[in-house]
């Protein structure tokens, strides 16, 4: 099994490997899925960091007896609802 480390970084010489072994060239696509996934993952990081530092701010509100704005609390459930697809795509382009 070829590492995805290796090729990242030298697909030439993994393309090259396998056509002379006679196996199909699939270095471009598992760069790709590899490329949409890394994607996806750090989408799904950012919006997670989000999600924290809104979390915080309610939590400060409510700390101090103020109730979070409906503002917050919909920007909340937004982050919330990006999430999910983050995690569905990240998914999707590791299979």
Excluded: F, W, Y
């Excluded at 995805?4 to 002379?20: F, G, N, Q, Y």
């Excluded at 917050?72 to 995690?87: A, F, T, W, Y």
């Amino acid at each position: 099994m070829l590492s995805l480390e290796l090729i990242r970084k030298d697909p030439d010489l993994v393309k090259a490997a396998m056509l002379s072994k006679g196996e199909e060239d699939c270095i471009d696509l598992i760069l790709e899925l590899d490329s949409k996934r890394r994607q996806a993952v750090t989408q799904g990081d950012e919006l997670r960091a989000k999600r924290n530092e809104v979390s915080r701010h309610i939590g400060q509100a409510r700390s101090s007896g103020e109730s979070p704005s409906e503002q917050v609390l919909e920007e909340m459930r937004q982050v919330g609802d990006n999430i999910k697809p983050s995690r569905r795509d990240r998914t999707t382009a590791r299979h």
